[in-house]
């Protein structure tokens, strides 16, 4: 988290999804958030989960936003975005161009959509697979809406995938990682650098 925040990350991202090799307890996203807050954007990312359980991370880790990656509807979005207060990145899995329908209903609901790969066949995971997808895709894509581009990002892509998405934003994963759920400072270091140089 440190390397990140130094390395000027504007968001960081907090898994609670348990199957994730990411995931952290509410008491360890309690102190990495407190790490980040005032330095970046905490992000609470969560994947189809019930109000309840949003309420207990906003009650104890104070995130700025919720992502929410699984397979909400925008009504469940909407409901979440007013219970809690906060900002709301739905993130949108994509293969191919048809894919990119979809986000323009949780757009209206949610202040920033997150554009991910399809997890591969029988993969437990939604997000953090390091599957790549055709970038292009999002050139000229006109959501009235930020967009964040994830999936399959590195150190060595990061500056094609901007250039050829058109985005200004990304996120990574799995890209970053020395092994699943390791974070690399280097490659974390790295990848900051060529996404700030693009």
Request: proline share 5%; charged share 25%; hydrophobic share 40%.
């Amino acid at each position: 988290m440190e390397t990140a925040l130094d390395a000027g990350a504007d968001m960081v991202g907090l898994m609670f999804f348990p199957k994730s090799p990411r995931h952290v307890s509410l008491s360890q996203a309690c102190r990495l958030a407190d790490m980040a807050r005032g330095r970046a954007e905490i992000v609470a990312v969560t994947v189809n989960m019930d109000l309840d359980g949003l309420s207990r991370i906003k009650e104890v880790v104070n995130p700025d936003t919720f992502q929410f990656h699984g397979s909400e509807a925008p009504e469940a979005c909407a409901a979440a975005k007013v219970m809690h207060g906060t900002k709301l990145m739905k993130a949108v899995s994509v293969s191919e161009k048809s894919d990119l329908e979809q986000a323009h209903y949780y757009s209206v609901v949610a202040d920033r959509i997150l554009f991910d790969a399809k997890p591969p066949k029988g993969s437990d995971l939604p997000g953090g697979n390091g599957v790549s997808y055709d970038w292009t895709m999002l050139k000229d894509l006109d959501l009235k809406k930020p967009f964040m581009l994830s999936g399959g990002l590195d150190p060595d892509n990061v500056a094609d995938a901007i250039r050829l998405s058109g985005t200004r934003e990304v996120d990574v994963s799995s890209g970053v990682e020395s092994a699943k759920g390791v974070k690399d400072n280097d490659l974390i270091r790295a990848f900051m650098a060529a996404a700030k140089s693009a």
